[in-house]
T-cell receptor, first 114, second 114 residues
């Protein structure tokens, strides 16, 4: 079945450490997205990519980095510069044709601080 | 700038009763509107969308939504609630710049009481 796979499901970060969250899709979608979800705040866009080797900052990109070397993959690195990384991170993808296609989501990675 | 508002953090409804989850939007042009549902520790699942056409949109799991241009609303409805409908519901509006990004509301937690 086609879908989006995020790993790991749970992740713990030590002080000063960078961690990378994986996101893989087999839907042949051009666009991919990373969101951060905090209680009561909905979803906030971190980074997005509309095509391989290109990505754009979202609303809360500081302290995060991404790469898009393959169409299927869009990993997110939470750097030590992100001082409040504890959150639920969601990856999504969508087809770009027509601009009215829904985004499909993975099941998320929950990041906590040790 | 576009935005959506979900005025109720929590909605409680008895099983078998009709349910409504409210959403209002603000966009400069024609809106592309979406509803998603999230179960605990899972990603978001697409329910339905309004792009153009009929103001009553039918979606997954018996849900429907009514687009009202004069009231700038897009309320989610279901004629008869099930306990399994208990979840977090998000309304979203598409970015008007062409990037296909979504702006999400803060979510409404629906609890269906047996």
């Amino acid at each position: 079945d086609g879908g989006i796979t995020q790993s790991p499901k749970y992740l713990f970060r030590k002080e000063g450490q960078n961690v990378t969250l994986s996101c893989e899709q087999n839907l042949n979608h051009d666009a991919m997205y990373w969101y951060r979800q905090d209680p009561g705040q909905g979803l906030r866009l971190i980074y997005y990519s509309q095509i391989v080797n290109d990505f754009q900052k979202g609303d809360i990109a500081e302290g995060y980095s991404v790469s898009r070397e393959k169409k299927e993959s869009f990993p997110l690195t939470v750097t030590s510069a992100q001082k409040n990384p504890t959150a639920f991170y969601l990856c999504a993808s969508s087809a770009m044709q027509g601009g009215n296609q829904p985004q499909h989501f993975g099941d998320g990675t929950r990041l906590s601080i040790l | 700038a576009q935005s959506v508002a979900q005025p109720e953090d929590q909605v409680n409804v008895a099983e078998g009763n009709p349910l409504t989850v409210k959403c209002t939007y603000s966009v400069s042009g024609n809106p592309y509107l979406f509803w998603y549902v999230q179960y605990p520790n899972r990603g978001l699942q697409f329910l339905l969308k309004y792009i153009t056409g009929d103001n009553l949109v039918k979606g997954s799991y018996g849900f429907e939504a009514e687009f009202n241009k004069s009231q700038t609303s897009f309320h989610l409805k279901k004629p008869s609630a099930l306990v399994s409908d208990s979840a977090l519901y998000f309304c979203a509006v598409r970015d008007q710049t062409g990037a296909n990004n979504l702006f999400f509301g803060t979510g409404t937690r629906l609890t269906v009481i047996p």
